[in-house]
């Protein structure tokens, strides 16, 4: 069968049974699916053998790049010494008690204590389910509410999707919890308040979250939820101080701070963690996924303080925290994150991402001269490149163009994957990333924007 046929066959059964997250029906039905059937370090392969640079490195995980062989060893090993053991109770197992040691030691403050679940998703539904069980052992019952942004992501498990806080994510047809999450202003200046300046723009949104805490009464609100730098909302990197003034105002009212830290944390911003490192607080929890195994294996870990934990453990209330999950602290997938996490240490994949960041910035920035390019923001290895239909007025495309996936789609035929949002072409890749591979993104990212300028022109908009 030669490699159309392949394709063809592979596109078809998978329209016919393979339902992805985030499914558009219709474009689905009609178009299908780029089916990926090799991936090596930065690059992927399909069934008809075009390759690509991943700049999206998988979906803001693939850490240390794909295909590595000591991963391979590794997870194959311990499929043979010990595929499974429950963690239920009053049984452990030695690798999921090793990664939990190893994450207390390179997290924050006395974030000492690791629930394992399977992803992101199930780490932002523990951490909400401790925080109801946390307030319930103060006595706490009637503090319940939780308080999250605009435009924030926070995965897709019921609690999940309704604390984050994208518009494009709660489509009608969905249910979400309404009545105790809450949604205050995206800290997104460009684009909503360009008449602020930086200083006047933090004011608004220190005034905003107190006054929301005021309104529903401090009594009643139990956690801010908060990405360091928002990711699927579109890389947004918050005022500077915003994180430590909020942070302030959730100890003034007695609110925990989680820090949903499944795409910054294991490197991405070039720190373990970003929650003090970069942005200088110590969350009551900070939820991970993503990184910490690299993608090879599905793993979410919810990391809290000494104090909770003292907290629902005080002896004498025969308590139980009943939540988990069969794959809690799975063997093998712990065993991969203390490999990925061994591999990131020894190669110093964090200082090339502090290393390589003022070269990704300045080269991306290079873009600014071209008509539709309106934003370039980010840090570390995760940016965000927003289009615009004027450059003056900040005037979007309408979203049924997608302008973000028509420049994805030029990129995709010159062997680059970045990841469309709308109006935003998004970037995540591997942290083994060079300087070649910065060079080969943005000038394949520029071609594309080109080529899109050329095609405009045919929908209507000139850019002379």
């Not at 059937?37 to 794909?66: F, M, P």
């Not at 944390?265 to 969350?283: K, M, N």
């Not at 935003?424 to 591979?437: C, E």
């Amino acid at each position: 069968m030669n490699s159309k046929n392949y394709t063809q066959e592979i596109m078809q059964k998978d329209q016919a049974h393979f339902m992805h997250p985030w499914t558009i029906f219709d474009v689905y039905k009609t178009e299908g699916a780029l089916p990926i059937e090799k991936a090596s370090g930065l690059h992927l392969e399909d069934t008809d053998g075009n390759r690509y640079l991943d700049a999206v490195g998988g979906l803001w995980c693939n850490n240390i790049g794909t295909g590595r062989r000591e991963m391979a060893d590794a997870i194959s090993e311990q499929v043979m010494k010990m595929s499974y053991a429950s963690p239920f109770v009053d049984m452990t197992n030695v690798p999921a008690t090793l990664l939990a040691e190893k994450i207390a030691t390179l997290a924050p403050g006395t974030l000492n204590h690791v629930f394992f679940s399977c992803g992101g998703s199930t780490a932002v539904d523990t951490a909400y389910r401790l925080i109801g069980y946390y307030q319930n052992c103060r006595g706490k019952h009637q503090k319940k509410h939780i308080i999250s942004r605009d435009m924030s992501y926070h995965g897709s498990t019921f609690a999940a999707m309704s604390i984050g806080g994208k518009k494009g994510d709660h489509p009608a047809e969905f249910d979400y919890i309404q009545d105790t999450i809450h949604h205050i202003t995206s800290p997104k200046k460009y684009g909503q308040f360009d008449d602020k300046t930086d200083a006047e723009f933090l004011d608004f949104l220190l005034e905003e979250l107190e006054q929301k805490i005021l309104t529903l009464g401090e009594d009643n609100v139990a956690a801010f939820f908060a990405e360091p730098v928002m990711g699927a909302g579109g890389v947004i990197v918050p005022p500077y101080g915003y994180h430590q003034k909020t942070w302030e105002l959730c100890k003034k009212y007695d609110i925990l701070y989680v820090s949903d830290e499944v795409v910054t944390a294991f490197g991405r911003l070039g720190h373990w963690f970003a929650s003090e490192d970069v942005f200088d607080i110590v969350p009551d929890i900070i939820i991970s996924a993503k990184g910490l195994t690299s993608g090879y294996l599905p793993l979410g870990a919810t990391i809290f303080s000494e104090h909770i934990w003292d907290v629902i453990s005080e002896e004498g209330h025969g308590r139980c925290f009943a939540h988990g999950f069969t794959y809690s602290g799975h063997p093998v997938a712990c065993a991969a994150a203390l490999k990925n996490l061994e591999i990131m240490e020894r190669e110093q994949l964090l200082t090339n991402v502090l290393d390589l960041e003022p070269y990704f910035k300045e080269k991306l920035n290079s873009l600014s001269d071209l008509p539709i390019v309106g934003d370039i923001r980010g840090q570390g290895f995760m940016w965000c490149v927003e289009f615009v239909a004027d450059k003056a007025t900040r005037e979007l495309f309408p979203e049924e163009m997608d302008i973000g996936k028509q420049i994805s789609n030029h990129a995709d035929a010159n062997g680059l994957i970045v990841r469309p949002i709308v109006h935003l072409n998004v970037m995540s890749p591997p942290l083994t990333l060079t300087k070649a591979d910065i060079d080969f993104i943005v000038d394949t990212l520029r071609l594309s924007i080109e080529a899109t300028l050329i095609d405009l022109k045919e929908q209507g908009y000139s850019y002379e």
